[in-house]
């Protein structure tokens, strides 16, 4: 019983969380600026800012530390989200 408990662990695998190799990031969603923002105007998810594809802006899981932040300058509609643009 015991060497058929250890064959089904082999065929189970291990779990990997995260990209595989050779996986195209544009694929993923990433945050962008769906509206024109001015500097000093604070971040609302849906409102100005949304994590859509492609993944050229910051990774989606960034959302909580954006949404309440103001815009350190102008950002353009479309414009994907960095950390400089975050005050």
Do not use: C
């Not at 990031?25 to 971040?43: C, L, N, P, Q, Y």
């Not at 993944?55 to 950390?83: C, F, Q, Y």
Request: no cysteine.
């Amino acid at each position: 019983m015991v060497d058929d408990v250890r064959v089904v662990e082999k065929s189970l695998g291990r779990v990997h969380y995260g990209g595989v190799h050779g996986e195209v990031r544009m694929f993923r969603r990433s945050i962008f600026v769906i509206k024109d923002v001015k500097a000093g105007e604070t971040f609302v998810e849906n409102e100005n800012v949304r994590s859509i594809r492609p993944g050229n802006g910051l990774h989606s899981r960034h959302m909580v530390d954006i949404v309440g932040k103001k815009a350190t300058r102008d950002i353009e509609r479309g414009e994907p989200m960095t950390w400089h643009m975050v005050q």
